[in-house]
C-alpha cells in the first residue's frame, strides 16, 4: 500500500482544522476582553427573555420537522438517479417511479391525518 495516495487528504483535514481552529485562537489571545453586564446577558431576539429557555414544545413542531426531513432526503436520492439515468435504463427508471409512488402515498397519508396542519 502506497501512504502517498493519502497526502492529499492528510493536508485536506490539516488545511480545514487549521481554517476553524486558528481564527478561534488568535481571537481569544488577540480579542480585547472588556466583559460588562450587557455583553454577558442572554440575548433573545432583541429583546428581553419572557419565558423560561427550556419551555416545552408541542409535540407536533417536531412532527412536521421530521417529517420534512424525510421527505427532503427522500428528494436528495431522486438527484443521483437523475445524472446516471441513461446508464441504469428502463429498470432503474421504473424502479424509482416506484419509489416516489410510495413517497406520495406516505405524503397523502400525513396529509389526510393532519399531520402538516399548523395551528
Avoid: H, T
Avoid at 455583553?39 to 409535540?59: L, T
Avoid at 413517497?103 to 389526510?112: A, I, P, Q, R, T
Amino acid at each position: 500500500m502506497n501512504l502517498d495516495q493519502y497526502l492529499p487528504v492528510l493536508l485536506f483535514v490539516l488545511v480545514g482544522a487549521g481554517v476553524g481552529v486558528v481564527p478561534q485562537v488568535l481571537g481569544r489571545l488577540l480579542g480585547p476582553v472588556r466583559p460588562d453586564s450587557e455583553k454577558n446577558s442572554p440575548y433573545e431576539c432583541g429583546f428581553e427573555a419572557f419565558e423560561d429557555a427550556r419551555m416545552k414544545f408541542d409535540v407536533r413542531y417536531y412532527l412536521v420537522a421530521i417529517l420534512f426531513i424525510l421527505f427532503d432526503l427522500e428528494i436528495a436520492f431522486l438527484f443521483p438517479w437523475a445524472v446516471a439515468l441513461k446508464e441504469i435504463g428502463a429498470v432503474g427508471f421504473w424502479s424509482v417511479m416506484i419509489f416516489l409512488a410510495i413517497l406520495v402515498v406516505g405524503f397523502v397519508y400525513e396529509w389526510k391525518k393532519g399531520a402538516l396542519d399548523w395551528e
